[in-house]
């Protein structure tokens, strides 16, 4: 048989079209009866016509749960996995109009596991010496691209395994913070994480997760590194220390020693953003509600805010940074300093999520309490009751008339 004699398909008769076959095990296919299989299907060449003719058998079937398939709930939007809750089963699809591209329907009890990872890639920036030539920032500065994806592990006659991206890739860049390049997060990353984080939760409910792969972002962790002095954050370390104080969301987030994933360090955060209200307001207000996470503040805690800050108590936030005192009208030392502690009941609530810290001020006999809230999905906490940092203290001595 010639190189360019005619070829028929083995599936449906048809004349192959040139350059069109599709070769099987033990016979050609034609490029139409190819596309009705299933996309995750990737054994063609190994099947033999008996199996290819199974398969679009399966896949004809298939049509029928496709017209009936009724998506109640949506994951992801680059590649999105379709739930219908009620018939436990769910496909995969990066189309709007998946109806008419057959895609497989399968069992919830199909699913028999899943992997879940954000990929870090990261490039370093350059610069032009006087030369010219192409070098290195000091300290090097990067742009970073995450990319969200999973794999789920199921059992089907032709295919195990679906890998694919879920949100679109998220890019960032570290950014200068005292001189010093930090990777600090915005809200498209953010919102991204927590919807892959729902998307996980989701998926947990149906089948095991296998392997979570989380970005480690050394660079981002030696520039934080290199900044913080010898208090390195952590569960057994409470004491806080900056070398300025932050004036915006951003500069905070990116303090040294400081994370969302230590409830000691929000209390300090929590410190920090009251200070910028008697100059910034609104700031103050943003900054908390950073701190606060899926609870911002209402209107009724703004207006408490502002009672408390009412008649120039503009010094009760300082007075939480070591050195500030009424002798010398609340000034701190520096480097700012914030020390939070614990006490033997502090915890009494640990297991329903829920820690209150005591942070000392230099205007009271006793120190405050701050209530944080812990959220599983991320590991994270959050400022949850911040009225006791806001109690009246004693009067700097300029304001004092009996000192």
């Known amino acids: 048989m ?3 004699d005619k070829k028929y398909c083995a599936i449906c008769g048809n004349k192959i079209r040139f350059l069109g076959n599709k070769k099987l095990e ?3 296919m034609c490029g139409d009866c190819q596309k009705k299989l299933s996309p995750w299907f990737s054994e063609r060449r190994h099947s033999t016509v008996a199996e290819i003719k199974e398969q679009l058998a399966y896949r004809e079937a298939n049509e029928a749960k496709v017209a009936s398939f009724d998506a109640t709930r949506t994951l992801g939007s680059v590649t999105k996995i379709l739930l219908d809750e009620g018939k436990r089963q769910f496909l995969v699809s990066r189309s709007n109009s998946w109806k008419n591209d057959n895609p497989d329907v399968l069992d919830y009890a199909q699913l028999t596991g899943y992997d879940a990872s954000v990929k870090l890639d990261k490039d370093e920036q350059k610069t032009k010496d006087s030369e010219g030539k192409s070098v290195s920032y000091d300290p090097p500065r990067y742009k970073y691209a995450y990319d969200f994806r999973v794999k789920l592990h199921v059992s089907n006659p032709y295919f195990d395994e679906m890998s694919f991206e879920v949100f679109p890739t998220v890019r960032e860049e570290s950014t200068l913070v005292g001189d010093i390049p930090r990777l600090i997060h915005g809200e498209n990353y953010k919102n991204t994480m927590a919807a892959f984080d729902e998307l996980r939760q989701t998926l947990d409910a149906i089948a095991p997760c296998l392997s979570w792969s989380a970005p480690e972002e050394e660079e981002a962790e030696a520039a934080q590194t290199a900044a913080a002095p010898q208090e390195v954050y952590g569960m057994d370390i409470t004491r806080f220390v900056f070398p300025a104080m932050p004036k915006n969301v951003e500069e905070m987030l990116s303090l040294p020693c400081v994370s969302l994933h230590n409830p000691f360090s929000v209390a300090a955060m929590a410190v920090t953003a009251f200070c910028v209200f008697p100059e910034n307001p609104e700031m103050c207000f943003n900054m908390v509600n950073a701190l606060k996470g899926p609870q911002p503040l209402s209107t009724m805690d703004k ?6 800050f009412y008649d120039g108590k503009t010094y009760v936030p300082r ?21 939070v502690d614990e006490s033997v009941h502090s915890r009494d609530q640990f297991d329903q999520g829920y820690i209150t810290l005591y942070i000392t001020s230099g205007g009271a006999d006793s120190p405050r309490p701050v209530t944080l809230r812990h959220k599983p999905s991320t590991d994270e906490w959050f400022l949850w009751n911040f009225v006791g940092l806001l109690a009246d203290i004693r009067k700097p001595v300029s304001e004092d008339p009996w000192a």
């Open 2 to 4: 010639g190189l360019f």
């Open 26 to 28: 033990d016979g050609d």
């Open 303 to 308: 207006s408490f805010i502002r009672d408390r």
């Open 319 to 339: 007075s939480y940074l070591a050195g500030a005192v009424p002798g010398n009208n609340y000034k701190p030392d520096e480097p700012f300093t914030i020390q």
